[in-house]
């Protein structure tokens, strides 16, 4: 069992609605809610900040800027094509954070960072 929490960002439809009018090109067929909620990036926090909500709902307040920047990263590397501010209101207007406080890594090798 890790010594983490581990949180994943839902989407919700404002997001979804900035990534298809952000699209510079909007040649493919437009992202669904759905579609961008299939495969979603974990993010593993220390567990002590997750021992309740409050304390995720804090961590997330002091990192949310982080959080924010990598989902939209993910989508389009030019920050041009970002909102003009990401604040924390905007952040609970286009995600859900789950939490998940039992982690078991059944693969018994080292974890690597590979360096991304």
């Known amino acids: 069992m890790l010594n983490r ?7 919700k439809e404002p997001a979804v609605q900035w990534i298809n009018e952000a699209d510079p090109s909007a040649d493919g067929p437009e992202i669904t809610l759905e579609n961008v909620n299939e495969e979603r990036t974990v993010y593993l926090i220390d567990e002590e900040a997750a021992d309740t909500p409050d304390q995720v709902r804090n961590w997330i307040k002091a990192n949310f800027r982080l959080l924010f920047e990598s989902e939209l990263n993910g989508w389009y590397v030019d920050p041009d094509l970002w909102p003009r501010k990401l604040t924390l209101g905007l952040f609970d207007e286009w995600f859900t954070v789950e939490c998940h406080t039992v982690i078991f890594d059944t693969v018994g090798r080292p974890i690597v960072d590979d360096g991304l």
């Open 5 to 11: 929490s581990a949180l994943i960002l839902r989407y």
